[in-house]
């Protein structure tokens, strides 16, 4: 967590009893004496464009908070059906609304002894940097632009090509198959190809290179393109990637 929100939310939520920060799947949590989780912290979850909380509030919290202020509060992805309430902090919700639902989620998970020692609500700092589009999606960073712009450029260069999204990311087929995608994780930026697995253990030995989670033993590796990129060598990544999920006929339009 680097950013200013971030370090408020962080600041807010450990500022309550025996709590501790753990991450799972790439997002902050927060639970009391290594118990259940009460807070997580997502930033554009599969690019739904929000900044949020997800807490798991008292039963009939969810339903009450979203019926009346829906600006603010939603029902999160996976979690929702559970009762947990998303909370919006990219909408300049008040610093002490958002306190006081932390508290809610805390003291429902807390053991009744170490909730019952809790006073008034701890108050931190809020966030005062007004957030951008940057901040709420990567790929309105100047460097999320240029990488997709090149993306673009060479992936759509290819027959039979398109561009789509899956789970929040940038995505690019050759026909009906991915053969590219490029995301962003914790503002670094990288681009995916399939290679073979005979080709990573190779790769890798370029610090650049990586094996993505999920995927990486089906193939595929990861360039970080945070700082920099060079268009031919992602051209000859796209291209050999796209020769393995292509169809013939689609291959016999590649220019000679």
Request: charged share 25%.
């Amino acid at each position: 967590m680097s950013n200013e929100l971030e370090k408020a939310v962080r600041a807010l939520c450990l500022a309550f009893p025996e709590t501790e920060e753990l991450i799972s799947h790439g997002s902050p949590n927060f639970r009391v004496r290594k118990g259940k989780i009460y807070a997580t912290y997502v930033e554009n979850h599969h690019g739904d464009g929000r900044l949020a909380l997800w807490l798991n509030v008292p039963d009939g919290v969810q339903d009450a908070y979203v019926r009346n202020d829906p600006e603010h509060y939603f029902v999160p992805q996976y979690v929702g059906p559970s009762g947990w309430l998303g909370v919006r902090l990219d909408k300049r919700l008040a610093w002490t609304r958002v306190a006081d639902a932390v508290r809610m989620a805390w003291e429902r998970v807390a053991p009744p002894r170490l909730a019952g020692t809790l006073g008034a609500t701890p108050a931190t700092p809020a966030p005062t940097r007004r957030l951008t589009a940057a901040d709420v999606d990567p790929r309105n960073t100047p460097r999320g632009k240029k990488v997709l712009a090149s993306m673009r450029k060479i992936c759509l260069a290819l027959p039979d090509t398109s561009e789509a999204e899956q789970f929040g990311h940038p995505v690019w087929r050759a026909g009906k198959k991915v053969f590219a995608h490029a995301h962003c994780y914790d503002g670094s930026w990288r681009a995916v190809f399939w290679v073979g697995v005979d080709q990573q253990g190779l790769m890798t030995q370029d610090a650049r290179f990586s094996i993505p989670p999920y995927m990486g033993h089906m193939g595929w590796i990861a360039l970080d393109v945070s700082k920099s990129h060079d268009d031919a060598e992602l051209r000859a990544l796209a291209l050999e990637s796209y020769r393995h999920y292509a169809s013939k006929k689609m291959l016999a339009q590649i220019p000679s």
